[in-house]
């Protein structure tokens, strides 16, 4: 089901999981648990675009060599990780614009989604980084069939937990009505 490095047998990263500090570790973890959930290697990183511009460059230079085909990028306020990476390679980039104090994440959400002509960032919604790991999955299945089939098995998996919880509703709502 995962892919392995044969020379260390660890899962080879597929994805690159990234923020812009590690403050937004609980947020962007939902990512890495939906890729283990898939079988995807990832890796993943705190690296400021403003307080380490240097290591974010060189961070991602490097992804291509080691076989990383999409980035999943975290980050609140003025928000830059994700365009600044998107900036600097070709692969896709995912945007999760992490939620502020300020202004409860709208400012990340409009820095991520409003890039320049040239460096397009798929955003998702604020705080949601398990969307942006079930769209790197779909990214990669675009030309991986088993990783295709395995988002397929997810979204199915999604939809019978929905028709179950539908199903037992009506008497939930009995026993709560009951109790009151």
Same mark, same amino acid.
């Given at each position: 089901m995962s892919e392995t490095n044969a020379s260390t047998g660890a899962v080879a990263a597929r994805v690159a999981i990234l923020m812009g500090s590690? =403050?937004? #570790?609980?947020?962007?973890?939902?990512? $890495?648990r939906v890729l283990n959930q898939l079988g995807i290697g990832w890796e993943i990183r705190a690296l400021s675009a403003h307080r380490t511009p240097h290591r974010v460059a060189e961070?991602?230079?490097?992804?291509? $060599?080691?076989?990383?085909?999409?980035?999943?990028?975290?980050?609140g306020g003025a928000a830059h990780l994700p365009g600044v990476v998107a900036a600097l390679t070709p692969l896709p980039?995912?945007?999760?614009?992490?939620? =502020? $104090?300020?202004?409860?994440? #709208?400012? =990340? #959400?409009?820095?991520i989604v409003q890039m320049p002509p040239g460096v397009p960032v798929a955003t998702v919604g604020i705080d949601a980084a398990r969307n942006a790991g079930i769209l790197a999955a779909q990214i990669l299945g675009a030309g991986d069939p088993e990783v295709r089939e395995r988002v397929r098995r997810l979204k199915a998996e999604m939809a019978a =937990?929905?028709? $179950?919880?539908?199903?037992?509703?009506?008497?939930?709502?009995?026993?709560? #009505?009951e109790a009151r």
């Open positions: 590690d =403050s937004d #570790l609980g947020v962007m973890l939902e990512a $890495a961070y991602v230079q490097g992804l291509e $060599a080691r076989g990383v085909q999409a980035v999943v990028a975290g980050a980039v995912i945007g999760v614009p992490i939620k =502020s $104090a300020a202004l409860d994440g #709208l400012d =990340s #959400l409009l820095s =937990s929905v028709e $179950a919880r539908d199903a037992a509703l009506p008497e939930r709502a009995r026993r709560e #009505l």
